[in-house]
């Protein structure tokens, strides 16, 4: 009889254990990568981005356990089998759901409660849509690096547990994002707390895309906000890479478009870093206005509002764009407008930084090493 079996308890990984089976450099949570051997960069123009070899389900109902740091990701996986009673029984041991904090992009989020050291935390539960193919070895991987990632601007992932047919992650808990900020606080109509906050957003891209992990899907709700210290932390770094970028979330909503870069509405199939620079700019655009730069409602919309505003692309202003699989010859005919115009409250260097976040072309984006060195956060005193 199963019950009668012996349950033991898995050994979650640690975030101080490295993964040496990973050629990737480093990570945690929003973020993967880390390894001793650095992979080779990737051939410009494709990130760490796609999809990838499954594993059987047979070989995966565990929480992540690590006897062999040199294992690979296959056997690390097969060796860490366990009873999926277990892995309800070590959750419940270890943690407490305190409620429910909402439903994104993923699955479900909940406020819980690590019960031997009472630290408060976030479980988020993410339901594998795919799970009649098996778990995606590819978001065991990514999700195993995340732990790596460790920055002051990116919300810690502290465990990983894998239980049938869904991924437990445990992150640090922080309880406002920007976009409840945004909606509750006069703050904002202090540049000076849009200039912390947005350096604070680039320095953990930075970090991020330095070691090769793009987000994909930045918005304002997943930039979450420490209120007693004015830090903000980049929430969700790799997800989309682990699980893809569903186009609805767990309850059915459709997935925000708003910050979404042009190559990829236009369904470029190699992407890169600008894909985040170009959200970061509308995520920029949209502190100081208090309100979306381009809320469209469907990709074309999103695409019109786009090129009503920074001007239709063609192949003299965005060289192979008119190769791209959705781009169509016949797209009316925009002029691009002044960006003073359309974000009237911002000074001059940060309208140059913002029109260099919003290049259409992503081979002429900012990237974020470079915009944390722009003129604009000259005054800006960094913790």
């Given at each position: 009889m199963r019950r009668e079996r012996q349950c033991h308890k898995p050994n979650p990984i640690h975030p101080q254990v490295h993964h040496h089976t990973h050629t990737h450099t480093h990570a945690h949570h929003s973020s993967p990568h880390n390894a001793s051997t650095p992979t080779p960069p990737p051939p410009p123009g494709s990130p760490r981005d796609g999809a990838g070899e499954h594993l059987s389900t047979s070989a995966m109902t565990m929480p992540f356990a690590v006897s062999d740091p040199s294992a690979s990701v296959e056997e690390m996986v097969?060796?860490?089998?366990?009873?999926?009673?277990?892995?309800?029984?070590?959750?419940?041991?270890?943690?407490?759901?305190?409620?429910?904090?909402?439903?994104?992009?993923?699955?479900?989020v909940y406020k819980g409660k690590h019960r031997h050291t009472n630290e408060t935390i976030a479980l988020k539960k993410i339901r594998l849509e795919q799970e009649d193919e098996g778990v995606p070895s590819t978001a065991i991987r990514e999700i195993s690096l995340l732990k790596e990632m460790q920055h002051r601007n990116i919300v810690r992932l502290q465990d990983v547990v894998h239980k049938?047919?869904?991924?437990?992650?445990?992150?640090?808990?922080?309880?406002?994002?920007?976009?409840?900020?945004?909606?509750?606080?006069?703050?904002?109509?202090?540049?000076?707390?849009?200039?912390?906050f947005l350096y604070q957003i680039l320095r953990g891209i930075a970090y991020c895309h330095s070691h090769r992990v793009l987000h994909r899907d930045l918005k304002p709700q997943n930039l979450l906000i420490d209120r007693r210290t004015n830090s903000l932390k980049l929430a969700d770094f790799g997800l989309a890479r682990a699980f893809g970028i569903p186009v609805r979330t767990f309850t059915h909503e459709v997935v925000t478009l708003w910050y979404r870069a042009p190559e990829i509405l236009?369904?470029?199939?190699?992407?890169?870093?600008?894909?985040?620079?170009?959200?970061?700019?509308?995520?920029?655009?949209?502190?100081?206005?208090?309100?979306?730069?381009?809320?469209?409602?469907?990709?074309?919309?999103?695409?019109?509002?786009?090129?009503?505003?920074?001007?239709t692309p063609n192949e003299e202003t965005w060289p192979g764009v008119a190769s791209?699989?959705?781009?169509?010859?016949t797209f009316p005919k925009w002029p691009s407008v002044d960006l003073a115009t359309v974000v009237p409250t911002l000074d001059s260097s940060g309208l140059d930084l913002l029109s260099k976040m919003?290049?259409?072309?992503?081979?002429?984006?900012?990237?974020?090493?470079?915009?944390?060195?722009?003129?604009?956060?000259?005054?800006l005193e960094v913790a």
């Open positions: 097969a060796a860490a089998a366990a009873d999926d009673e277990c892995v309800c029984v070590w959750l419940e041991e270890q943690y407490e759901k305190v409620e429910k904090i909402g439903e994104g992009t993923y699955g479900v049938e047919k869904c991924i437990y992650l445990v992150f640090e808990y922080l309880d406002l994002d920007l976009k409840k900020h945004m909606d509750s606080s006069p703050d904002f109509k202090n540049h000076r707390i849009v200039k912390s236009l369904g470029a199939r190699h992407y890169s870093t600008p894909v985040d620079m170009w959200s970061v700019g509308c995520i920029f655009a949209e502190m100081v206005n208090q309100k979306p730069l381009f809320p469209g409602d469907s990709e074309i919309d999103e695409l019109f509002k786009i090129f009503s505003i920074m001007g791209l699989p959705d781009y169509i010859s919003l290049r259409l072309d992503p081979s002429k984006r900012i990237n974020a090493r470079a915009a944390l060195e722009h003129e604009y956060f000259k005054d």
